[in-house]
């Protein structure tokens, strides 16, 4: 199957700083990325969506000044969190559907993100 | 978006048919049924996804019923690889659909050796 790649896989940051995280799409293009949230034994929480060239869709509840996403190609999108606090300690995981075929969407291995 | 009903968990013994339900009963008639399932601090993965009709695939079966307000996903032996999350998610299709999907609470299915 199709793979998306996400980077880094844990990161660890100072509060107040801001940590970028990277969604690629490997073998396939994707118009549409999506962009998820995971608290500790909790379900996945769509955060946004982002479509390539244009600016993304937030969910109700999200502040798109905290959470910057750009999806400047086909195959990569982008997630910075700005000036982290410790309660944006979470797992974040991106998503992409590839555009061409099929109808699933497949997942990054998620990124670990830790705020101290 | 349409709503998906899970057990909170579920177990099973290893080699063994596991039976997950789901209920839909708000589903429309342009919702698909996809199951997905997460493995412990990776990302999701897909399993399956039906319309109307039964489907089966090299990890699973999904077994639709005859008014699409419940589905079930069969794992036909289970291994201590298949513990998991497993999610059933509708997802509308259509021209002008973004493809997102909203994730309920799953089903955490335990497998014993």
């Known amino acids: 199957g199709a793979v998306v790649s996400q980077h880094p896989s844990r990161v660890i940051c100072k509060s107040g700083t801001s940590v970028k995280i990277e969604c690629r799409s490997l073998d396939f293009q994707a118009t549409t990325m999506f962009w998820y949230r995971q608290f500790p034994k909790q379900s996945l929480m769509l955060m946004a969506t982002s479509n390539e060239g244009s600016k993304a869709t937030y969910e109700q509840g999200v502040e798109k000044d905290k959470f910057l996403i750009n999806h400047a190609s086909l195959t990569l999108s982008t997630l910075t969190v700005t000036s982290a606090h410790p309660e944006d300690s979470s797992f974040y995981i991106c998503?992409?559907?590839?555009?061409?075929?099929?109808?699933?969407?497949?997942f990054g291995q998620g990124t670990r993100l830790t705020v101290v | 978006d349409a709503k998906t009903t899970q057990p909170n968990s579920m177990e099973s013994n290893e080699e063994e048919p596991v039976h997950l339900p789901c209920n839909h009963s708000?589903?429309?008639?342009?919702?698909?049924i996809h199951w997905y399932r997460q493995l412990p601090s990776q990302g999701p993965e897909y399993v399956i996804h039906g319309l109307t009709s039964n489907v089966n695939n090299r990890m699973a079966s999904l077994a639709i019923a005859e008014d699409r307000k419940s589905s079930t996903l069969i794992l036909h032996r289970a291994t201590l690889r298949d513990a998991a999350v497993y999610y059933c998610i509708l997802r509308p299709h259509g021209s002008g659909n973004t493809g997102k999907l909203i994730f309920g609470q799953g089903t955490t299915l335990q497998v014993k050796p």
């Open positions: 708000t589903i429309s008639g342009t919702d698909y």
């Open positions: 998503s992409a559907r590839d555009r061409g075929v099929g109808t699933e969407a497949f």
